[in-house]
């Protein structure tokens, strides 16, 4: 069974210009999160769908983030415009159902200069 | 609000040798799930174990073994006879079952403990 596919994995952007980020979940899986992980911090929910809908939201920076799963599959992550503080390893994850256990992506490793 | 500790911020053995990772969890819930994840350099978290909170007994999976302990909040999680490729930094990890089913399964994650395992 393939796992969580994320692309890319790195990228390398200036302050104030945008970045997205696409994750595709294991297949069959309705849930989809994706996490922040700061060096050296454990990951940090920024936002979870059941299928197309936002399920929570509350740690997304709004002002400049903002993510959308159209179809129930796919989804994309978008900074814009990006802030040094930025610089992390954004990581998908995915599951069943909003109970189960989640299955997560390698990640893409931001640099904001 | 739910809160995951790991003290250990970083431990190094040799190979062969015995290590426990600690973690200590917060929570006002009676149920929830507790994780465990492995990152290793790849970057990739690498899911290892879950655990309901009624489930106290501890689980054994070939060199690794977790113990839980609802009187004092832990969850700590053993390798036996480590090995140079179990090198990676491990998280433990919170998920509250109350409240909105739908709302459900956000992961408090702790801060990560990194295990260096020497030759």
């Known amino acids: 069974e393939a796992g969580v596919a994320q692309s890319p994995r790195y990228k390398i952007i200036e302050k104030r210009q945008s970045v997205a980020f696409w994750c595709n979940p294991i297949?069959?899986?309705?849930?989809l999160y994706w996490y922040q992980q700061i060096l050296g911090q454990g990951p940090k929910l920024l936002i979870q769908f059941q299928n197309n809908g936002v399920v929570d939201d509350s740690q997304l920076p709004k002002d400049r983030f903002s993510a959308e799963r159209l179809k129930g599959v796919d989804s994309t992550l978008k900074i814009q415009p990006a802030k040094l503080e930025d610089s992390a390893v954004y990581l998908c994850?995915?599951?069943?159902?909003?109970?189960?256990?989640?299955?997560f992506g390698p990640g893409t490793r931001l640099l904001v200069l | 609000a739910q809160k995951v500790t790991q003290a250990q911020t970083e431990i190094s053995v040799v190979e062969k040798e015995d290590v426990t990772l600690d973690c200590v969890y917060e929570?006002?819930?009676?149920?929830?799930?507790l994780f465990w994840y492995k990152q290793p350099p790849s970057g990739e978290l690498v899911f290892l174990i879950r655990r309901n909170s009624f489930d106290e007994q501890n689980e054994i999976s070939g060199r690794y073994s977790w113990n839980f302990q609802k009187s004092t909040s832990s969850f700590n999680f053993t390798i036996t006879a480590s090995q140079v490729v179990d090198s990676a930094v491990y998280f433990c990890?919170?998920?509250?079952?109350?409240?909105?089913?739908?709302?459900?399964?956000?992961?408090?994650f702790g801060g990560g403990t990194r295990l260096m395992v020497k030759p």
């Open positions: 994850a995915s599951s069943f159902g909003t109970q189960e256990t989640q299955y």
């Open positions: 297949s069959g899986h309705a849930t």
């Open positions: 929570t006002r819930d009676t149920t929830y799930y």
């Open positions: 990890a919170l998920s509250e079952m109350s409240g909105n089913n739908n709302a459900g399964n956000m992961l408090t």
